[in-house]
């Protein structure tokens, strides 16, 4: 049977290495990123969607 002592030390080290890994910063990061892109497409797409609404489907259906 371990001593408490060297699960207590096992776990403190492994509760160090959680602390200082940054592999799942990174992915998150990217996360971010991506997202705030993803949304600035949106809000152009949308805008400029209202626009050829207005304009260019108005202009065939009256040349029609």
């Known amino acids: 049977m371990a001593s408490k002592t060297n699960v207590w030390s096992t776990a403190a080290r492994d509760i160090g290495r959680l602390l200082v890994d940054e592999r799942g ?3 998150i990061e990217y996360a971010l990123i991506a997202s705030g892109i993803g949304a ?25």
Not at 43 to 59: A, P
């Open 40 to 64: 600035a497409i949106m809000t152009i797409v949308f805008g400029v969607g209202q626009t050829v609404v207005n304009n260019l489907y108005n202009r065939i259906a009256s040349a029609l």
């Open 25 to 27: 910063a990174t992915a």
